[in-house]
């Protein structure tokens, strides 16, 4: 079952080139986004003025880099709420507003619960889903199936990936009915996704040389992820894979926000993993890495950048093929799953299974 892999989560890492291609390519022809075998009208996208996401987890962190990107790109505003509050919140919703549930299981209670509530108030809501025929699925207006094929690992790597995928999808789609791109641009879109999912292969290839890493900080305590824009969402996720399996205690953090009080738990050799793949705040992050570099940092950057100005500032670095900065998601994604995987079978824990998890949370 394994398929001669260790761990579940090791073979699912390696799924990814393969789990993108099945979920993107049947979908975008000559630069255009086709859902026609997702039965999907385009109807649900005509006239949206705004985009919810709501999920829970892994999912979330998927709705955080979608939020970048349809901002970024077709400029319809874009929340991303936890569902556990959202289902909570009394939202303002109306017809104009599209609703997008992100889950791989498709039974998360409180997933479930957020649709419902947008079913109700009368938005239009579209779901991202794995797990075919699922509660989620059954009950969104409709589905854009993600095609990882069973994920059994607890921590989510491909359905994250493919989520991701479904973000770019849904926001070309967007951009495509309400006329928010010419048709260059499509392409252009298109053509520089394909190029980003080709990085993958390229990242898997970089296992050996990230295992080294990881083996350096296999007995840290703590650890930090920073990033900014896209970087952000990629380096909740990143941490989100480390602390949950290896029992690191690490959060994530827009760099900027470093000042405003965690730098006081920066020490000697702590781990902190830098996201750089983001031209416009390039300087300003790596000022920031600067910072916790002089009080002691263990630094390692995932960039795709030419990091020559910046050497001397960061410990070790992971080189990971160049993409258009709004497609930097999969590369920096996959790089930081291995480092989370290696980092676990170090301290010799079982990867599969972190104790208190289950795969699908159907209760609140
Ligand atoms: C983390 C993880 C969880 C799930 C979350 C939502 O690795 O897997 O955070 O992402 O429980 O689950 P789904 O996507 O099934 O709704």
């Not at 991303?80 to 791989?104: C, G, K, W």
């Not at 809501?125 to 699922?134: A, E, H, L, P, R």
């Not at 491909?158 to 951009?175: D, R």
Request: charged fraction near 25%.
């Amino acid at each position: 079952q394994k398929g001669g892999y260790d761990f579940f989560m090791q073979k699912e890492i390696y799924d990814q080139p393969e789990a993108l291609h099945n979920t993107i390519m049947p979908r975008i022809h000559n630069g255009h986004a086709d859902f026609s075998a997702d039965n999907i009208s385009d109807d649900i996208f005509k006239g949206v003025n705004r985009v919810i996401v709501t999920a829970c987890g892994t999912a979330w962190h998927a709705g955080l880099v979608g939020r970048h990107l349809i901002e970024a790109m077709i400029r319809i505003p874009v929340t991303v709420e936890l569902a556990s509050e959202f289902r909570y919140m009394n939202p303002i919703l109306d017809e104009h507003t599209l609703v997008v549930v992100i889950t791989q299981s498709g039974e998360t209670a409180d997933s479930l619960a957020a649709l419902r509530l947008a079913n109700e108030r009368g938005a239009k809501t579209i779901s991202i889903v794995n797990v075919k025929g699922s509660s989620i699925a059954r009950e969104s207006d409709y589905v854009l199936y993600t095609h990882a094929g069973p994920e059994i690992a607890v921590a989510s790597t491909k359905a994250f990936s493919v989520q991701c995928a479904g973000m770019y999808l849904i926001a070309l789609k967007l951009a495509e009915v309400n006329n928010l791109m010419t048709d260059e641009q499509m392409k252009d879109f298109c053509d520089k996704f394909e190029q980003a999912i080709g990085t993958v292969e390229e990242v898997l290839k970089m296992d050996d040389y990230i295992k080294g890493i990881s083996e350096k900080i296999k007995d840290t305590f703590s650890a930090f992820y920073l990033g900014r824009g896209l970087d952000y969402g990629i380096a909740c996720e990143a941490c989100l894979k480390l602390k949950e399996i290896s029992y690191v205690n690490a959060e994530a953090y827009c760099a900027g926000e470093l000042k405003h009080g965690t730098i006081s738990l920066i020490t000697e050799g702590v781990p902190i993993i830098a996201i750089a793949t983001q031209e416009n705040v390039l300087p300003k992050l790596m000022a920031n890495v600067e910072e916790v570099k002089a009080r002691g940092a263990h630094v390692i950057v995932v960039t795709d950048k030419d990091m020559s100005n910046y050497e001397g500032i960061y410990d070790d670095l992971i080189q990971v093929p160049a993409t258009d900065d709004l497609f930097a998601t999969f590369a920096s994604t996959v790089a930081l799953q291995l480092l989370a995987y290696h980092v676990t079978v170090f301290r010799g824990y079982d990867v599969d299974q972190p104790r208190n998890l289950a795969k699908s949370v159907t209760v609140e």
